[in-house]
């Protein structure tokens, strides 16, 4: 029974890793999509949201199961229910994707916002990409310096994030009411993608060290 427990716990952080690679993938083409007015990448990043929802799902079936069967302890139990809650943190990420897709599809041919904010989108985004891939290398890996790495980088994102609304509330500003919807929705979803990753970083980091630290939750 022991090495059947054992090895659900390994299947559990193989799915989590499963679905991470999912998000990083949706992210890309969603911000690419964006970026670019690609409609037809914003059409499949909102096709493929399913996969990510059903991966989450029977991974919370299968925690929910161990719960129930194995009724495990001490640091066993924290890694199921870190699963949980990483899960949620996940889909909530690929839904994050699914609205900047939808944005782009939604302002297709045109770009989603103005000029003077896309290289600003094209950082937010790419900073974006690079976390959902720092993620679900540590998900598989547990290398705890990658969760400081991803702190950093949401850093950078906020810093961006802030930087829309400064321009967007500037009296510089020339934009549409729909642009300043747009470009707000739009930063606000990048934002908290990353944000999302610092939560789950944070719990990584305290399943393999034992250490909460408060500053990786620090924004959320």
Do not use: C
Not at 40 to 66: M, P, Y
Not at 84 to 111: N, V
Request: hydrophobic share 45%.
């Amino acid at each position: 029974m022991r090495e059947v427990f054992q090895q659900e716990l390994r299947e559990v952080q193989e799915r989590l890793v499963e679905i991470a690679e999912l998000v990083a993938t949706s992210i890309d083409k969603a911000t690419r999509a964006f970026n670019e007015s690609d409609v037809t990448l914003a059409e499949e990043v909102i096709a493929e949201d399913h996969r990510i929802d059903q991966g989450t799902v029977a991974l919370d079936e299968l925690a929910i199961t161990i719960l129930a069967k194995q009724q495990p302890v001490a640091r066993d139990l924290r890694i199921v229910v870190s699963a949980l809650r990483i899960s949620a943190s996940l889909e909530r990420m690929g839904d994050m994707s699914t609205h900047i897709a939808q944005l782009a599809r939604y302002r297709f041919p045109d770009k989603v916002v103005p000029k003077k904010l896309r290289g600003t989108f094209a950082d937010m985004g790419a900073l974006d990409v690079e976390i959902a891939q720092k993620l679900a290398q540590l998900l598989r890996t547990e290398d705890v310096k990658l969760a400081e790495e991803i702190r950093n980088e949401d850093d950078k994102v906020d810093d961006l994030h802030l930087s829309v609304f400064d321009t967007v509330l500037g009296e510089k500003w020339k934009g549409e009411a729909a642009d300043t919807v747009d470009a707000t929705l739009a930063s606000r979803y990048h934002e908290r993608f990353a944000d999302h990753a610092v939560s789950i970083a944070k719990k990584v980091q305290y399943l393999v060290t034992g250490d909460w630290d408060p500053d990786l939750n620090a924004g959320l």
